[in-house]
C-alpha cells in the first residue's frame, strides 16, 4: 500500500471516552500531558491531508507524532488539540524506482535496524534506542554508534515526503530529494537537521548512501557489521575522589581529541562513557567496534589503556566480549523503560575535553547532593565520517565535534520532585558553562547543542544570558536558510513549538 493509495483505510479518531486513547497518548517524558480532543492515526499520507485540512479549518492547533521520544513536550503539550499518530506508517522497502530505501516515519528504529539487516544486509548509522521514531530523529540529523564510521544519519538522506500547508490553508504532499535540480531541495535540506515539527508532517524517507544508485539494494547503504568487540568497564564510585573522576574524564576527551579526524583507523570504535551521580555507585564505559574493522582488538585495547592511565581505582568490572551485532548488541543499548518516567536532561557538543574549571563543576555536582541514580553526564563519542561534511551541506552545523554531552536530570515518577530535579539539572548545566551565560556557546571547547536533544532553557532569558540565541546553537550558521524555508512551506505558522523555526522578521 502506497501512502496516498485511495484503497487505503480511513484514519481512525480516537477521542478521549475511546478505551485506546491513554496508550496512544502514551509517550517517553510524563512530564508533559496534552489532553487532545482527538488522536488521528493516519495510515497514509492522505490522512496526513485530512487531518491538517481539518486542523486549519478549525484553527485547532495540531502536532505530529512518530514515536513519542522528545526530550521536551513538543507533540505533547497542554494546547494541543489535535495529535496526529504516524505509528501505523511503518514499512520499511526496497523502492527500486529510485534507487533507495522507503521508510515510513512512524517507524521506530528497532523494526527498522532489523528490517535493513534481515532483508539485506546494511545498515543506518542510526540512534541508540530502538523506540525512538523515525519521524523526529532523521530531521534532527540522526546519530549513532556507527557515526564516526558512517556519518549522520541525514548524511544518507536521499529524499522525503512531507504533507504541508500552503498559504490559503490546503494541504499537499511534496517529494523533496538531494538532487541538485530538485525545484524542492531546500525543503529535503531542512529534514537533514532542521528539526521536527517545523515544515510539515513527514510521512516517508527514502535512504541511500551518496554517490550510490546501484539497482542492487545491498549496496546502497553501510554493511551492517557482523559481530562486534564490546569493552565494558565498571568503575567503583565509592573510592573515587575528584582526582581519580577528572583523570578519566581527562583520559577518555584526551583520546577522543585524538583519534577523531576525518580519515581516523579509529573511526569504527565508539564509546559512550555514562558517568553517573555517586548514588548509583558506579560509572560505567562501553565501548563497541566492528570486529572485522582492521586492528579492531588493538584499538580496543589501546583505547582502554589510555583511559586508565593514572586513574588509581580499578574497574570492578573490565570485559571485552564478542557478541553478534544484530540479536546481542543492538537491543542491549536501549534506555531503562519505565512506564512513568519523568525527565529534564540538557546537552552540547564539544570539541575537545572540558577545561579543569568546569571538570571540578561535573564532580562537584555528580559527587553531590540533589541527583538521584538515574542522574548522570554522559559522554558519547562525535567526529571522523561526521566531520567529513561542510557545516551548510546539510542543516547539521556541528561537523567539528568530538564528543556530545548529554546532562540528564534522572528519572522520576512523581510530579512532586520535578522541581528539586529540574533544579538540579539547570543548576549543573548553567555552572559548567557558568563562563559563557550557562549555555554551550561555541569557544574552543563546547560548540552549541543538538536539536534532537532540545532544551528550552536554551531561549530563556533566565537559563541563557550568553546573548548568543538559542537557534545559533542548535543550527549555527544555517538558520537563516531554515528561516526561509518556514516561510515558503509553512507560511500560515501551522507547525511550532517551543524551539520551532520561526519565519525571518
Ligand atoms: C531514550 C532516548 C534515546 C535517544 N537516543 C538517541 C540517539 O541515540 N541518537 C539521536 O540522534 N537521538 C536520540 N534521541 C533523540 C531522538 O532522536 C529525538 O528525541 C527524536 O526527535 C525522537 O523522535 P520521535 O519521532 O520518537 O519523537 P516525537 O516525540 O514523536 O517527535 C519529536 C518531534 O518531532 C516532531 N515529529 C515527529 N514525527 C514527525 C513527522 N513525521 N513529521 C514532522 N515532525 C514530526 C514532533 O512533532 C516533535 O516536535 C533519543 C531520545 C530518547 C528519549
Avoid at 358 to 374: C, K
Wanted: aromatic fraction near 10%.
Amino acid at each position: 500500500m502506497t501512502a496516498t493509495d485511495p484503497a487505503a483505510p480511513a484514519a481512525t479518531a480516537v477521542t478521549p471516552r475511546d478505551p485506546r486513547y491513554e496508550d496512544l497518548l502514551d509517550a517517553y517524558n510524563h512530564r508533559f500531558a496534552a489532553r487532545p480532543r482527538e488522536i488521528r492515526v493516519a495510515a497514509s499520507a492522505a490522512d496526513v491531508a485530512d487531518a491538517l485540512r481539518d486542523a486549519v479549518g478549525a484553527g485547532a492547533r495540531i502536532a505530529a507524532r512518530s514515536g513519542g521520544h522528545c526530550f521536551e513536550g513538543f507533540a505533547s503539550a497542554p494546547g494541543i488539540e489535535i495529535l496526529l499518530d504516524l505509528s501505523a506508517l511503518d514499512g520499511v522497502a526496497h523502492d527500486p524506482g529510485r534507487r533507495a530505501f522507503a521508510v515510513g516515519a512512524g517507524a521506530r528504529l528497532g523494526p527498522v535496524y532489523r528490517a535493513l539487516h534481515a532483508r539485506w544486509g546494511v545498515t543506518l548509522p542510526a540512534g541508540t534506542c530502538f523506540d525512538v521514531g523515525m519521524g523526529g530523529h532523521v530531521a534532527a540529523g540522526g546519530y549513532g554508534h556507527l557515526s564516526r564510521r558512517d556519518g549522520l544519519t541525514v548524511d544518507h538522506l536521499y529524499a522525503v515526503e512531507a504533507v504541508v500547508v500552503d498559504g490559503a490553508g490546503e494541504p499537499r504532499v511534496v517529494t523533496a530529494t538531494r538532487e541538485p535540480d530538485d525545484p524542492h531541495l531546500d525543503l529535503w535540506w531542512a529534514h537533514t537537521g532542521g528539526g521536527g515539527g517545523n515544515f510539515g508532517v513527514v510521512t516517508r524517507y527514502w535512504f541511500r548512501s551518496p554517490g550510490e544508485d546501484s539497482a542492487d539494494p545491498a549496496r546502497l547503504l553501510p554493511r551492517a557489521p557482523g559481530r562486534v568487540l564490546r569493552r565494558t568497564a565498571v568503575w567503583p564510585w565509592e573510592p573515587m575522589d575528584e582526582k581519580a573522576l577528572t583523570r578519566l574524564l581527562r583520559n577518555f576527551a584526551g583520546w577522543h581529541e585524538d583519534n577523531s579526524a576525518p580519515g581516523s583507523p579509529a573511526a569504527p570504535l565508539w564509546s559512550n562513557f555514562i558517568v553517573s551521580h555517586r548514588s548509583a555507585g558506579a560509572v560505567m564505559l562501553t565501548s563497541v567496534i566492528d570486529e572485522a574493522a582492521p586492528g579492531a582488538a588493538n584499538l580496543l585495547d589501546e583505547q582502554y589503556a589510555r583511559l586508565t592511565g593514572g586513574v588509581g581505582v580499578d574497574p570492578v568490572v573490565n570485559d571485552r566480549a564478542v557478541l553478534p551485532w544484530m540479536s546481542s548488541w543492538m537491543p542491549s543499548y536501549t534506555w531503562p523503560p519505565e512506564p512513568l518516567g519523568r525527565y529534564k536532561n540538557k546537552a552540547a557538543y564539544l570539541r575537545r575535553g572540558f577545561t579543569d574549571r568546569q571538570l571540578e563543576t561535573v564532580y562537584r555536582y555528580l559527587d553531590g547532593d540533589g541527583g538521584n541514580p538515574f542522574a548522570c553526564l554522559v559522554l558519547s563519542g562525535y567526529g571522523c565520517r561526521i566531520a567529513e561534511a561542510a557545516p551548510e551541506a546539510t542543516a547539521v552545523a556541528h561537523r567539528a565535534p568530538v564528543m556530545k554531552a548529554m546532562f540528564c536530570g534522572g528519572q522520576w515518577t512523581s510530579p512532586d520532585e520535578d522541581a528539586e530535579r529540574i533544579a538540579w539539572i539547570r543548576a549543573f548545566y548553567r555552572d559548567v558553562f557558568a563562563h559563557t551565560g550557562g549555555v554551550p556557546v561555541p569557544d574552543g571547547v563546547s560548540d552549541g547543542s543538538y536539536i534532537g536533544y532540545p532544551d528550552v532553557d536554551l531561549a530563556d532569558p533566565e537559563w541563557n544570558t550568553s546573548g548568543v540565541p538559542w537557534h545559533e546553537l542548535y543550527y549555527g550558521g544555517n538558520y537563516p536558510r531554515l528561516q526561509r524555508v518556514k516561510e515558503r512551506y509553512d507560511p500560515l505558522g501551522v507547525f511550532r513549538h517551543g524551539l520551532s523555526v520561526r519565519p525571518p522578521a
